[in-house]
């Protein structure tokens, strides 16, 4: 039923990756399929250093009492961990990479709409990172990457270069944000509908909406955290009159929905595997559509479940705890139509696919401690422990995680026109699961026992468990390796792929492997939604032009 | 698609017409707009909060505010989008010489506003009237007052770097209008440098009442 058509295919030559040659070329390129490849490098660079230092957290909570370093370079540590994994990784990840790659080779355009902004975005993320790293390297922040205030703008270590950086990568968010959603607007080949767009699509829509209206208040919020800490203003300083529970509002304003940009790119991703590899169409595409809208606009009013023990008014965080759990809801109609399109598919398993049922595990998992979190009571007991930091790492990383190993090896073979190991790819997704869950179901049970987070030292009762985390963290970390590994090896060696190795019907497809640097020889006329499998015979390759 | 990009300068090869670059262009801008609205979102909660939690020191403390000098002001900015807008217009006609005296006539408001700002900060310096822990004007003291300070030198502070850039965009426009670039089918870029302008007009519309006049 699936073809293999390396026998026949040969690798598409020329393409956008050797159609110019030289490190200029790449660095001054306005295409946006190199641009996605520079992300992709910048991303993965972020991801390793990012899992570097949450190795050496790891190896620090190994026994109780200090093991390899001071309470002062463990909040360093973490905070560099934290800072690192969200600003540079978790954020420009999949928009930077699968955004900016197939967006507009799902809309059959040339490009996205400001090339020059987008190349733009790419230097302003690197001046950005060069920023808070060496603000790290000078002094370290310690204060987490929540940068709470009073602590932070009274703390001896160094802020303010991070805040900077954050500021930058911040502009580098919106900017990308803003083309994206004017590419969606304007550059839609001739047919292509709003109702015909591929679910990827709409996902990253309501992505760069939260991007564009939430990532201003962060950039300025955290300048006056900067101002603050340089000149003493007392904007946040109690003892001048000034409210830090102001800043605690400000910041989640943003990076609550944050926690959307992160996620909803990656079910934008699932919602384009689910289908290519039951090879069914989606069930329910307008209830998918939406309901990451949904996401996107009651995200915006959900912040205030980060403050129930900040004394915020009761009857205030009772709102803000409901309000939350309508995520839950658009997030289950999500949850119950990828699992309605596997009903009666003709379901192919691949690594994209079990990466796919590993998002969909974290993501319940995750997303179910996150409405018992958002349950007033409940949070009193949790705030602060373990038990919040394996739900956020379960549904933030975990989910995004999954989804962003699902399109690598979904679109890998369109990106580089060649093919990974697969049993080396399987092997990698379920060591990469398992490895996951007994870094964080640990934890999880930690925190239900009462472990504090950002502490370098604890307990002995709370010995075993810690060791099972670092043991399952190590387990992690190899995954990574051995994909990293494959992924390298394929780059040199792989079989050819063809146009299209999995035989689905989305529009990226209808492109050679790699695509050429102007994507489409003529432009694309759509005639029907992206996945329609019912009328498509086996294996059929079909160009829309 | 390739035929007609290469037969219309200003055209991405990426844009099927040039009515649809400006439409995509003139989106991007009002979305960045929207953002900078964001931005100074922040400082106008901020003062929200303030002001609710210190009634008393930000009605005293804003009558330190010089108020002939920002009603000035408020008229030279008014004044400057009206230019500003005659600008556009012109442009669209193909009238460049025009477009350029505009826009010089608004760049020269801009540094009006500017100097009559730096005055104005200059009298609350010499007073001590002044964010935070600099505050020490002797005439005033309360809870809060120090605090409207903080707020009026960032809310203004912030719009007056904004006009300082939508100086720069404008003298930018206006050098590529005298250069010849804008006609009657392409002129974009000033419509654009003058819808930023508008926003920093109209930012501290809101700005005037709430520092000096409540």
Do not use: C
Request: proline share 5%; glycine share 10%; net charge neutral.
């Amino acid at each position: 039923m699936f073809p293999s058509p390396a026998s026949e295919a040969s690798y598409n030559s020329p393409n956008y990756l050797n159609a110019e040659k030289g490190v200029r070329s790449w660095l001054t390129t306005l295409d946006h399929k190199r641009i996605a490849v520079m992300y992709l490098g910048l991303v993965v660079a972020a991801f390793a250093l990012g899992g570097f230092f949450a190795m050496l957290i790891r190896i620090e909570l190994l026994t109780p009492g200090p093991t390899i370093m001071d309470a002062m370079t463990y909040n360093r540590m973490f905070t560099l961990h934290g800072v690192i994994m969200i600003f540079l990784f978790m954020i420009p990840a999949i928009p930077g990479v699968f955004g900016n790659f197939f967006l507009p080779l799902m809309l059959g355009a040339e490009d996205v709409a400001f090339p020059r902004i987008n190349l733009f975005t790419v230097y302003l993320y690197l001046i950005g990172a060069a920023i808070a790293v060496w603000g790290m390297i000078q002094g370290g922040t310690d204060t987490g990457w929540t940068f709470y205030t009073p602590y932070s703008t009274t703390t001896v270590t160094t802020v303010a270069p991070v805040l900077l950086g954050a500021f930058i990568l911040g502009m580098s968010s919106i900017l990308t944000g803003v083309n994206f959603i004017v590419t969606i607007h304007t550059l839609r080949a001739p047919g292509l509908t709003w109702m015909r767009l591929p679910l990827f699509v709409w996902a990253i829509y309501a992505t760069s909406i939260i991007q564009v209206l939430a990532t201003p208040v962060l950039g300025m919020t955290l300048l006056l955290v900067a101002v603050e800490k340089a000149f003493g203003f007392g904007i946040f300083d109690p003892a001048r009159g000034g409210d830090p529970i102001l800043f605690q509002h400000l910041f989640w304003f943003y990076s609550h929905p944050a926690v959307y940009i992160m996620v909803l790119p990656a079910m934008a991703v699932v919602s384009e595997v689910v289908q290519a590899f039951a090879r069914k169409n989606i069930f329910g595409y307008k209830a998918v559509a939406f309901s990451s809208l949904g996401i996107a606009f009651v995200g915006f009013f959900v912040w205030g479940h980060h403050l129930f023990t900040s004394g915020q008014s009761t009857f205030a965080s009772g709102v803000f705890g409901v309000l939350s759990m309508f995520v839950g809801i658009f997030t289950a109609v999500k949850v119950f139509n990828w699992t309605a399109t596997l009903y009666k598919g003709a379901i192919h398993v691949a690594a994209p696919f079990i990466y796919f049922l590993g998002f969909l595990y974290f993501l319940m998992f995750g997303g179910l401690t996150g409405i018992a979190l958002s349950t007033v009571s409940l949070d009193v007991h949790w705030q602060d422990t373990y038990f919040v930091v394996a739900h956020f790492h379960f549904i933030m990383v975990g989910a995004t995680i999954m989804a962003f190993l699902a399109g690598l090896h979904y679109w890998w073979p369109k990106m580089f026109g060649r093919m990974y190991s697969e049993r080396w790819a399987l092997a990698a997704a379920v060591l990469v699961i398992l490895g996951f869950n007994a870094t964080f179901i640990p934890q999880f049970l930690l925190g239900n026992m009462g472990m504090p987070r950002r502490y370098y030292s604890y307990p002995e009762q709370f010995w075993p468990l810690n060791v099972a985390s670092t043991a399952g963290a190590s387990l992690l970390a190899f995954g990574f390796i051995i994909v990293l590994v494959y992924l390298i090896v394929s780059l040199v060696s792989g079989r050819v792929a063809g146009p299209n190795p999995w035989g689905s019907r989305g529009y990226e497809w209808n492109t050679p492997s790699p695509p050429n640097v102007l994507n489409f020889p003529e432009t694309p006329i759509i005639t029907r939604g992206a996945h329609e499998y019912q009328d498509a015979p086996a294996g059929e390759v079909t160009h829309a032009s | 698609m390739q035929a007609e990009a290469a037969g219309t300068p200003n055209l991405a090869h990426h844009f099927p017409s040039l009515e649809q670059q400006e439409h995509a262009a003139r989106m991007g801008m009002w979305l960045f707009l929207s953002t900078e609205i964001l931005l100074f979102t922040v400082l106008f909660t901020a003062y929200a909060v303030y002001r609710f939690l210190f009634p008393v020191g930000f009605e005293d403390a804003s009558k330190l505010a010089h108020v002939a000098m920002g009603a000035t002001n408020t008229v030279v900015l008014i004044t400057s989008s009206l230019t500003v807008a005659l600008a556009i217009y012109y442009a669209r006609q193909g009238e460049s010489r025009k477009t350029v005296a505009l826009l010089a006539i608004t760049i020269a408001f801009g540094a009006v506003f500017m100097v009559l700002k730096g005055f104005e900060y200059y009298h609350h310096f010499v007073e001590g009237q002044l964010p935070g822990k600099y505050y020490h004007f002797e005439g005033l003291q309360g809870p809060g007052v120090s605090m409207y300070f903080t707020l009026y030198f960032l809310m203004t502070g912030l719009h007056g770097i904004h006009v300082l850039i939508g100086m720069g965009v404008l003298a930018w426009v206006a050098a590529r209008a005298a250069r010849g670039d804008f006609s009657r089918s392409y002129s974009t870029p000033v419509e654009l440098g003058g819808l930023y302008w508008h926003l920093v007009d109209l930012i501290w519309i809101f700005l005037f009442p709430l520092l000096y006049l409540l």
